[in-house]
């Protein structure tokens, strides 16, 4: 279907189908809207996926280039940008074309679903080759540099699940396992579900799918499942952003929630979404030390503003993103997430700052600072450059680096929190 827009005399085209966005994008399902992910599986080829793509052409002039324009984007939502930020969209879509070729011929030459053989685990220090054939180890680098340069969103599902472990995580348990736990969970009221309730019409409001009922009961089944998983997590704010996401991309509940489930209990740090946050107080610590070492001046620089970076890095690490960068750039993040761990989160945030370095040491207001990063991640529409300065400018940053970082902080955190519990307990007994 296309749509033309009319303004101020400036004509624009946006090449879009509802059911035929960018390859890898929601397609017709098993339910009737053509767009809800589903509990069970659905099938396309990947051919039909290669050839679909949404195409944003515009004869604005540069001098235009500001022009501010919407758009829907290929998981369904809509974009507030410029013509500039249209352009580099177009760009990066091409780029994702070409890399889908790559990916192609891969499997032309090694074999449909290469890349689903059991990986090489990475370590700190490098990989463990010790007694591994040649072709795992090529296929393992291989796909280490592939995943850097994007998953193509056709292949995102199953990649995903082999690679962050999820699919190995599933096998343990009967296959029925998700939907006994829904049946389980159905008519019973917990803290966990009041707060879900409370927060699915506030999860991406704009997204025409997400905001139906449809698109609210399936997120809170994958929440409330969660839920009922580990009563240590509960629900906590911020894993909404998170479900949501894996469900556009993942297609069917089941799937979005062992991808949820693999983030919590094997990916990201322990303790980031219980009640205290302790785990995601730990990594706010360490992520102002890693900035310290990282970008000196910069960090010099806030702390003589009295900035607390947990001010922005906070969201970034609870919603992965998800609520601060455009979908697409996101998901090219979570591409490399579910590969290479949490360590990835330092990387991509840290990188925010290097990128305006300058414009922040000009900074001298703590809302001057809030600006700069909300426009720079909110404009961030080719993560190309993103991944670029995360790991070539940021430098070398291992596992074991930042786990021995996180263990140097969790003393501090866990008396901090101490501390503010028994506080809390004198005021509930003076009252």
Not at 264 to 293: I, M, P, W
Not at 406 to 422: F, G, I, N, T
């Amino acid at each position: 279907m296309m749509r033309s827009f009319l303004s101020s005399g400036i004509h624009y085209q946006l090449l879009q189908d509802s059911e035929d966005r960018m390859f890898g994008a929601p397609a017709q399902r098993e339910v009737s809207d053509g767009f809800a992910p589903t509990r069970r599986p659905y099938w396309i080829t990947s051919a039909t996926l290669r050839s679909r793509a949404t195409t944003i052409t515009s004869s604005v002039p540069k001098k235009s280039s500001n022009f501010p324009v919407k758009f829907e984007d290929m998981y369904g939502f809509t974009v507030e940008g410029n013509i500039d930020d249209v352009n580099v969209l177009n760009e990066v879509r091409e780029r994702v074309r070409e890399q889908g070729k790559v990916w192609w011929d891969l499997e032309a030459s090694k074999g449909a679903n290469w890349y689903l053989q059991p990986q090489i685990s990475w370590n700190g220090e490098g990989i463990s080759v010790a007694s591994l054939k040649l072709s795992k180890l090529a296929n393992t680098i291989t796909l280490k540099r592939l995943i850097r340069k994007g998953i193509p969103p056709v292949l995102r599902p199953k990649v995903w699940l082999s690679v962050s472990g999820a699919a190995k995580k599933r096998s343990t348990v009967p296959e029925s396992y998700y939907d006994d736990l829904i049946k389980a969970t159905e008519g019973k009221i917990t803290a966990a579900t009041r707060q879900i309730d409370h927060d699915l019409p506030r999860t991406f409001p704009s997204h025409p799918w997400l905001d139906s009922p449809e698109g609210q009961a399936s997120l809170r089944r994958v929440l409330v499942g969660y839920s009922f998983r580990d009563s240590d997590v509960g629900y906590c704010q911020g894993l909404n952003y998170v479900a949501a996401l894996l469900l556009l991309v993942m297609k069917t509940e089941e799937d979005a929630f062992w991808l949820l489930a693999v983030l919590l209990e094997n990916v990201l740090v322990n303790d980031c979404y219980t009640d205290n946050l302790s785990g995601c107080h730990v990594e706010q610590r360490v992520f102002r030390d890693l900035l310290a070492k990282k970008c000196p001046r910069i960090a010099a620089h806030l702390e003589a503003m009295e900035f607390d970076v947990s001010l922005v890095a906070t969201e970034w690490f609870l919603c992965l993103f998800s609520k601060s960068l455009p979908s697409e750039t996101t998901l090219r993040v979570w591409d490399v997430l579910f590969n290479e761990g949490a360590k990835v989160l330092f990387h991509v945030a840290l990188a925010f700052f290097k990128m305006k370095e300058e414009e922040l040491l000009q900074a001298h207001q703590i809302g001057e600072v809030m600006d700069i990063l909300q426009t720079t991640t909110h404009h961030l529409y080719d993560p190309d450059e993103l991944l670029r300065v995360a790991f070539e400018k940021i430098g070398s940053m291992t596992t074991n680096t930042i786990t021995k970082e996180r263990k140097k902080q969790e003393p501090a955190v866990m008396a901090e929190l101490d501390q503010r519990l028994r506080r809390l307990n004198m005021l509930k007994t003076n009252e």
